[in-house]
Nanobody, 123 residues
Framework: VQLVESGGGSVQAGGSLRLSCEAS????????MGWFRQDPWQEREPVAT?????????YADSVRGRFAISRDNPKKKIVSLQMDNLKPEDTSIYYC?????????????????WGQGTQVTVS
């Protein structure tokens, strides 16, 4: 599975950004996609996940109500993360990933394929 992320960048506090991720290759087992973020010297933490075959989503408490994960294309595995009311503490590198199966809460170790990461900076 290959994951290509786009979006990210720099924004002032209170602003919005949208991240997008497309999975390609052997994606048959990729039934869940998610966004994670990681700061230097910190563990990678889940931000939001979505089940690709149903309405289930999960959000970290820190972003619930401000971020929204969605599947953009019913025929392709493209997932977006709309981030509104951004805060400086949202600054991080954001990674897209895929997993087989949906868990609430998600387990990072279930996500086997990862994108290259995209920087989000909120000042």
């Amino acid at each position: 599975v290959q994951l290509v992320e786009s979006g990210g960048g720099s924004v002032q506090a209170g602003g919005s950004l949208r991240l997008s991720c497309e999975a390609s290759g052997n994606t048959e087992d990729a039934t869940c996609m998610g966004w994670f973020r990681q700061d230097p010297w910190q563990e990678r933490e889940p931000v939001a996940t979505i089940y690709l075959h149903g309405p289930m989503t999960w959000y970290a408490d820190s972003v619930r109500g401000r971020f929204a994960i969605s599947r953009d294309n019913p025929k392709k595995k493209i997932v977006s993360l709309q981030m509104d009311n951004l805060k400086p503490e949202d600054t991080s590198i954001y990674y897209c990933a895929t997993a087989r199966g949906f868990r609430d809460p998600p387990r990072t170790r279930d996500f086997k394929s990862w994108g290259q990461g995209t920087q989000v900076t909120v000042s």
